[in-house]
């Protein structure tokens, strides 16, 4: 590709509203454009990036025996009403109507669609297991796009699912292609992802792993001990925390006027925070005529996460002051003794159990009580789970080491479903008795357009991206600085076609730039090796060899760079195969 002839200007500003390193260099490359919040263009640049990352998907899913196919991104309402996700999803959903007035959605997964195939062509314990996977386009409304291609409305997506006839051989495929992930994120370049243990969330499924790039602009809050031993997300991690035992005080009443909040409490009564225990009161539509109230020490925060799968319920809000009250409680001075055992859900976090001579409140206004111990003063029935969130320096419950608390990006999460959508959707096989049953699914996705950006993330210097070669638009970037000497001009050209016939990927600057320019759009290209030929190194009848990363620069005689960079480019790609 000529340089002259490229589709996609760089610009020297960074758009107004970007959050990101990625989002700065794919806008000033030339790589992507907006066309509306959250949807944008892909540029030949990124275009010839994400083909590769596709390739790359391709084979690995193959190499697991997953088979492609290809599913509508518009689908009937019907069969997300069949798995009940058509009304429980929130507005990410885009739903409308055809012309028929036949109500239909802009598919964000496939779970339904793959299901409604498999009723079909899934139909025998001999066609089992069975994985399938699409690259194709997806539609979430989301209500905060952000960051370029991090967080974006119209994206591509890797989706796959199999289709087992056990659980155990769910597990070895689920087993399988968490290596292939492994592998493919390592080829695409990234340089520091890991897997992490996850909530399911809107998905579903007995269990699920999060490939998150590790980057300070990600969303998702991540806790890895030292050796990396043990990863989770913030949702689900757990931490060895050391409670304080000693031996039980008496209980002792005590004046709190107007303090309600828990340092408000250990400031007026000169304790720490963690010698109270918080008392939190939650209220759900699934769970009626009902609060929960959770107890946790008062220096830790509960995890709404945690909360809410022990419940079986996503939709916690906080309790007003009329269900508090109903409870049996005061609000601002609540505690888990003497409530209305048919009114509240009690809640306990370990910490609070484990922990001696707590302050907590005394359903009372303007009191609490000190010395509280839990085997001794509580009087009610609770369930004891841990609920709270973990935090930096928190001891790893592997190792006993300080957990590092870091931001990651989600390019990849895995799934076991089990039937969750097999069942509802109908989705049935004969056993070799001839007897129907419920096959068990997974689900594993990709996002193609965040990995890029996620790469990009982790591999720039202040002027650009520093692509890998395994993704990178072209692998190989020749700049003429012809200082008006066509001979210069001339022996660039020929290298490139030599280049070209040789197979190898080129982007040729053929239009007579001076340096500084040339040198900053070659930056924000960000291809990873680089020939200069100039008047100075013809000089010397050689050509100038650059790393894109500043790591080599030397001159190559004329008569062996040809073979040079030819070996070059294969010892590269090979360190991504």
């Not at 659980?167 to 292939?180: F, G, N, P, T």
């Not at 650009?464 to 001339?490: D, R």
Request: with cysteine.
């Amino acid at each position: 590709m000529r340089l002259s002839k490229l589709v996609g200007k760089r610009v020297k500003e960074a758009p107004k509203d970007a959050q990101s390193a990625s989002h700065i260099f794919l806008m000033r490359g030339g790589y992507i454009r907006p066309v509306s919040t959250g949807i944008y263009t892909l540029l030949p640049l990124a275009k010839r990036m994400t083909t590769k990352i596709e390739n790359i998907i391709r084979e690995e899913m193959e190499a697991v025996d997953c088979q492609e196919i290809m599913m509508p991104v518009v689908n009937p309402a019907e069969i997300w009403q069949e798995s009940g996700r058509y009304d429980s999803v929130d507005q990410s959903l885009l739903r409308f109507k055809d012309r028929n007035q036949k109500d239909m959605v802009l598919a964000m997964t496939h779970e339904e669609a793959v299901c409604h195939m498999a009723r079909t062509e899934i139909t025998s314990y001999k066609q089992l297991p069975a994985s399938v996977y699409q690259i194709q386009t997806k539609y979430r409304d989301e209500a905060r796009a952000r960051a370029g291609l991090i967080r974006v409305r119209e994206f591509t997506m890797k989706d796959a699912y199999s289709f087992h006839d056990s659980e155990k051989c769910l597990s070895d495929y689920y087993d399988r292609v968490h290596q292939a992930y492994e592998r493919i994120f390592e080829r695409v370049g990234l340089s520091d992802c890991v897997s992490i243990e996850s909530d399911a969330g809107m998905i579903g499924g007995s269990l699920s792993h999060e490939f998150m790039a590790i980057s300070d602009i990600g969303e998702d809050t991540l806790f890895l001990s030292p050796d990396r031993q043990y990863k989770a997300n913030r949702e689900i991690a757990t931490a060895k925390l050391v409670y304080k035992k000693e031996e039980a005080q008496e209980l002792e009443k005590v004046h709190t006027p107007t303090q309600k909040t828990i340092e408000e409490v250990s400031k007026f009564l000169g304790v720490a925070e963690s010698d109270t225990a918080k008392a939190v009161f939650y209220a759900s539509a699934s769970i009626e005529d009902k609060v929960i109230l959770c107890i946790i020490r008062g220096d830790l925060e509960v995890n709404e996460t945690k909360l809410g799968n022990h419940l079986s319920c996503g939709d916690l809000v906080a309790a007003n002051d009329e269900q508090i009250l109903a409870a049996g409680s005061v609000p601002g001075f609540a505690a888990p003794m003497g409530l209305n055992k048919d009114k509240v859900i009690i809640v306990a976090d370990p910490s609070a159990l484990e922990s001696s001579n707590l302050v907590v409140g005394a359903n009372e206004a303007a009191y609490h009580y000190k010395n509280f111990n839990w085997e001794r003063d509580f009087d009610g029935e609770a369930d004891i789970i841990d609920v709270a969130t973990v935090r930096e320096g928190d001891p790893c419950p592997v190792t006993g080491e300080p957990l590092e608390m870091l931001k990651g990006i989600e390019v990849g999460n895995i799934f076991q479903l089990g039937t969750k959508y097999s069942d509802s959707m109908g989705v049935r096989y004969l056993d070799k008795n001839g007897k129907a049953q419920i096959p068990t699914m997974g689900c594993y996705g990709i996002g193609v357009g965040r990995a890029l950006a996620s790469v990009c993330e982790q591999r720039n210097d202040k002027w650009g991206p520093v692509w890998p070669i395994s993704i990178a638009p072209y692998q190989v970037h020749v700049i003429a600085l012809t200082g008006g000497q066509p001979e210069i001009k001339e022996e660039a050209e020929e290298l490139y076609k030599n280049l070209q016939k040789e197979g190898i990927e080129v982007i040729f600057d053929d239009r007579d730039p001076k340096p500084g320019f040339a040198f900053n759009d070659a930056d924000l290209i960000g291809v990873p090796l680089r020939l200069i030929i100039s008047k100075k190194s013809m000089a010397q009848d050689s050509y100038e060899f650059k790393t894109r990363d500043g790591s080599e620069k030397e001159l190559i005689p004329k008569a062996e760079a040809f073979e040079f960079i030819v070996n070059r480019v294969k010892a590269e790609l090979n360190k991504f195969k």
